[in-house]
């Protein structure tokens, strides 16, 4: 086969063919005598399980597998093929948290007396401890303002963000995995918009897990080949 004939099979250009056999993610190409290359039905393989794998995986993760298939190292390849099935599974896991949190939290109508409650006012409203909000801030799980004296300030937002950390907590979520559900929550806009997200991402982590089977499907053939 031709370059163009890998490329058609593809779909890609045959300007990337020859960009993938640079960078070692095909076997070695034989040449003819006037010195064109030639390709065989084991580089259409190699092709196809990297293209796969870089839509599922990522392109720097397909090309080290594809590098260590190719030097005879499948325990390398397969090692990494974990890592990122194991990082999807922690994406999954972290969306299952949020939407359960989502489950047990109701916004309200916060009544925030102008220039916001103070640490304590806040401490008393929720029934923990003014300690644990300075914990929570330390975290950057809260953002309350300062006034002039240095005291902070609690807004209505903050009272919401503060009361999501609560039900958070008593789920028995650690700090760290309070704070990218936290900064989910904000960029949403509120409870209902980051359910729609939760609900988006997780159709995201299912296409990508659907292209990790497809993608080891091609792989396992470029192995065996």
Same mark, same amino acid.
């Given at each position: 086969?031709?370059?163009?004939?890998?490329?058609?099979?593809?779909?890609?250009?045959?300007?990337?063919?020859?960009?993938?056999?640079?960078?070692?993610?095909?076997?070695?190409?034989?040449?003819?005598?006037?010195?064109?290359?030639?390709?065989?039905?084991?580089?259409?393989?190699?092709?196809?399980?990297?293209?796969?794998?870089?839509?599922?995986?990522?392109?720097?993760?397909?090309?080290?597998?594809?590098?260590?298939?190719?030097?005879?190292?499948?325990?390398?390849? +397969?090692?990494?093929?974990?890592?990122?099935?194991?990082? +999807?599974?922690?994406?999954?896991?972290?969306?299952?948290?949020?939407?359960?949190?989502?489950?047990?939290?109701?916004?309200?109508?916060?009544?925030?007396?102008?220039?916001?409650?103070?640490?304590?006012?806040?401490?008393?409203?929720?029934?923990?401890?003014?300690?644990?909000?300075?914990?929570?801030?330390?975290?950057?799980?809260?953002?309350?303002?300062?006034?002039?004296?240095?005291?902070?300030?609690?807004?209505?937002?903050?009272?919401?963000?503060?009361?999501? $950390?609560?039900?958070?907590?008593?789920?028995?979520?650690?700090?760290?995995?309070?704070?990218?559900?936290?900064?989910?929550?904000?960029?949403?806009?509120?409870?209902?918009?980051?359910?729609?997200?939760?609900?988006?991402?997780?159709?995201?982590?299912?296409?990508?897990?659907?292209?990790?089977?497809?993608?080891? $499907?091609?792989?396992?053939?470029?192995?065996?080949?």
């Amino acid at each position: 086969m031709r370059p163009v004939d890998l490329a058609r099979a593809a779909g890609i250009s045959a300007q990337q063919v020859r960009n993938h056999l640079a960078e070692g993610v095909l076997p070695p190409a034989e040449r003819t005598p006037s010195g064109h290359r030639r390709f065989g039905e084991h580089h259409l393989a190699a092709l196809l399980a990297f293209r796969a794998l870089g839509r599922a995986c990522g392109w720097d993760t397909a090309r080290a597998v594809m590098h260590a298939v190719h030097d005879d190292d499948l325990s390398r390849g +397969l090692a990494l093929l974990d890592a990122a099935h194991a990082d +999807l599974h922690v994406q999954r896991l972290d969306l299952d948290r949020t939407a359960e949190a989502l489950e047990s939290f109701v916004e309200v109508a916060e009544s925030v007396p102008r220039g916001g409650l103070r640490v304590g006012d806040l401490a008393a409203r929720l029934g923990v401890r003014p300690s644990a909000l300075r914990v929570w801030e330390t975290a950057g799980l809260l953002h309350p303002a300062r006034d002039r004296d240095g005291h902070r300030r609690y807004s209505a937002a903050d009272v919401r963000d503060a009361r999501l $950390v609560l039900v958070l907590r008593r789920s028995r979520h650690g700090l760290s995995d309070i704070a990218p559900i936290m900064d989910r929550f904000r960029a949403a806009g509120g409870r209902e918009a980051l359910r729609a997200a939760v609900t988006a991402r997780r159709s995201e982590v299912a296409d990508r897990s659907r292209a990790m089977l497809d993608a080891a $499907v091609l792989l396992h053939a470029c192995v065996r080949g």
